[in-house]
């Protein structure tokens, strides 16, 4: 199994504020994914980056895949109290779909 | 709209019972999976399938057995429940090919006394 540890495991920030997570690993991923996940409910997909160096932008999210493919970061700007939720990044590591999943972040942005 | 629905929100069992736990999923996926998820861990895989009738164990598989008779349907199965079985169970689909995007279901919390 392919570990993918997350950091940090929990951000406070208020309204207005920038943060930045961060997804590493060791091992090489053929994509990696980014979820978020509110209380009571399963992960939603937000995006998937395929492409070392690849940056995609979603509003005011910003998702960057490293270079050598083996770490990623998802950054937000302006931060707004509907983005609190659990982010979880996951890499593809096999042709069947199977993910390996970080820890997460939980990410809490106060009024 | 796609949907992938679990049979309970809510589950409480004692130890020893044997618990079934059901997803649905409407979008046709071939991929379906069981996961736990606990705090601080993520979600860990237990076991995962690619076709009716086929499965293959993933991370966890200790303490569960699965059933896929037909397409749309995954079933977990704890034969005989203990405590250190309680936690949120997520189950997902996806597609066998493209961008292997998982849907997932609302999960399952089980409580086990």
């Known amino acids: 199994t392919q570990l993918l540890e997350q950091s940090p495991q929990f951000l406070s920030i208020q309204e207005g504020e920038n943060l930045t997570v961060y997804c590493n690993s060791s091992s090489v991923f053929s994509s990696l994914q980014w979820y978020r996940q509110e209380p009571g409910e399963g992960p939603v997909l937000l995006v998937t980056v395929v492409t070392g160096g690849e940056v995609k932008k979603l509003k005011r999210l910003t998702f960057q895949f490293g270079d050598a493919r083996k770490d990623s970061s998802l950054h937000i700007t302006a931060a707004q109290t509907g983005d609190t939720g659990l982010y979880l990044c996951a890499g593809l590591y096999d042709s069947w779909g199977k993910l390996q999943f970080g820890a997460g972040t939980q990410v809490v942005v106060t009024p | 709209d796609v949907k992938v629905t679990q049979s309970s929100r809510y589950l409480v069992k004692r130890t020893g019972e044997k618990v079934f736990l059901e997803c649905v999923q409407d979008?046709?996926?071939?991929?379906m999976f069981w996961y736990r998820q606990d705090p601080g861990l993520g979600l860990r895989l237990i076991y995962f399938?690619?076709?009716?009738?086929?499965?293959e164990k993933g991370d966890i598989p200790e303490g569960y057995s699965v059933s896929r008779e037909k397409k749309e349907r995954f079933s977990l199965i704890l034969e005989s429940a203990s405590t250190n079985q309680t936690s949120m169970y997520l189950c997902?689909?996806?597609?066998?090919?493209?961008?292997?995007?998982?849907?997932f279901g609302p999960g399952t919390r089980l409580t086990v006394t």
């Open positions: 399938s690619y076709d009716v009738k086929m499965k």
């Open positions: 997902a689909s996806s597609p066998l090919k493209g961008s292997y995007e998982q849907y």
């Open positions: 979008m046709d996926h071939e991929n």
